[in-house]
């Protein structure tokens, strides 16, 4: 059975980091394209970052690029997103996704597998 597991998340100050962590079971790792979404209280899911399925390629929302690094390790079935210098607008939960394709995709119904999410809080 597939299992996304995120972990890493908690309240922060603006201009810390977290580091989030995705672990993955029950599915061929490397054949999915990995990303990361959020949400906030009232707010549709949006698209954070993704990475391809050997690592090679990333992908960043604009709101975020240049603060966050989307990782993954194939050997280990996990991936992980560095959040820097954050900002209380950052505050959302935080969730990993696997999409089966060779294509980096930002929108959440291409998203195969889902996790249940870890929350991000980020004070002024």
């Known amino acids: 059975q597939v299992q996304l597991v995120e972990s890493g998340g908690g309240l922060v100050q603006a201009g810390g980091s977290l580091r989030l962590s995705c672990a993955a079971s029950g599915y061929t790792f490397n054949w999915y394209a990995m990303g990361w979404f959020r949400q906030a209280p009232g707010k549709e899911r949006e698209f954070v970052a993704v990475i391809s399925r050997s690592g090679d390629y990333t992908l960043y929302s604009d709101s975020v690029k240049g603060r966050f690094t989307i990782s993954r390790d194939n050997a280990k079935n996990t991936v992980h997103l560095q959040m820097n210098t954050l900002k209380p607008e950052d505050t959302a939960a935080y969730y990993c996704?696997?999409?089966?394709?060779?294509?980096?995709?930002?929108?959440?119904?291409?998203?195969?597998?889902w996790g249940q999410g870890t929350q991000v809080t980020v004070s002024s």
């Open positions: 996704a696997a999409d089966h394709s060779v294509e980096l995709h930002t929108t959440a119904p291409e998203y195969d597998y």
